[in-house]
T-cell receptor, first 109, second 113 residues
Framework: GQSLEQPSEVTAVEGAIVQINCTYQTSGFYGLSWYQQHDGGAPTFLSYNGLDGLEETGRFSSFLSRSDSYGYLLLQELQMKDSASYFCAHNTNAGKSTFGDGTTLTVKP | DAMVIQNPRYQVTQFGKPVTLSCSQTLNHNVMYWYQQKSSQAPKLLFHYYDKDFNNEADTPDNFQSRRPNTSFCFLDIRSPGLGDAAMYLC????????????FGPGTRLLVL
């Protein structure tokens, strides 16, 4: 089956760096995406890795290792507005996306 | 601005009374998805369309149906809502070439009384 594991909660302080890990088991793996969702809002796409390595988009970076079935989202220079839930989602070559259970990030002053 | 629109934002229905949620998009994307998200849980894919090609998830109850009359619109029909169907329903779109990036609408929160 398809499954993704990520920590349920992470807490960090403003200005810090935080890494949210995601391990997965899947067949027909196509890539790993990351989404941010604020309370009561819709998921918003952050980053995607189709190949091994690091993708950088401003303060957010994402990493993928296919051989380890592992990825992470790195958030730098944390701001209070970064408090949200973060989901990793793997995409299959059939076009389906399965989301992890999400990591709730709390940024403290 | 190109976007995904869902109406209504909040929907209240009675136990067993059919309800339809709607989604429209101005992105001209071929792929449209419907997800169910319950509190503090991940979005769960119910079904998706490649153009008019309907793809149902194996564990989506028969109570949930969908229609896509054209590229821009997609509907979620819940034939006999139960209390367990109260959730946020999210519509999303993607292009076929860019399936890794999904654009979500604001969602419809369904309350079943």
């Amino acid at each position: 089956g398809q499954s993704l594991e990520q920590p349920s909660e992470v807490t960090a302080v403003e200005g810090a760096i935080v890494q949210i890990n995601c391990t997965y088991q899947t067949s027909g793996f196509y890539g790993l995406s990351w989404y941010q969702q604020h309370d009561g809002g819709a998921p918003t796409f952050l980053s995607y890795n189709g190949l091994d390595g690091l993708e950088e988009t401003g303060r957010f970076s994402s990493f993928l290792s296919r051989s380890d079935s592992y990825g992470y989202l790195l958030l730098q220079e944390l701001q209070m507005k970064d408090s949200a839930s973060y989901f990793c989602a793997h995409n299959t070559n059939a076009g389906k996306s399965t989301f992890g259970d999400g990591t709730t990030l709390t940024v403290k002053p | 601005d190109a976007m995904v629109i869902q109406n209504p934002r909040y929907q209240v229905t009675q136990f067993g009374k059919p309800v339809t949620l709607s989604c429209s998009q101005t992105l001209n994307h071929n792929v449209m998805y419907w997800y169910q998200q319950k509190s503090s849980q991940a979005p769960k894919l119910l079904f998706h369309y490649y153009d008019k090609d309907f793809n149902n998830e194996a564990d989506t109850p028969d109570n949930f149906q969908s229609r896509r009359p054209n590229t821009s619109f997609c509907f979620l029909d819940i034939r006999s809502p139960g209390l367990g169907d109260a959730a946020m329903y999210l519509c999303a779109t993607s292009s076929i070439q860019g399936r890794e990036t999904q654009y979500f609408g604001p969602g419809t929160r369904l309350l079943v009384l």
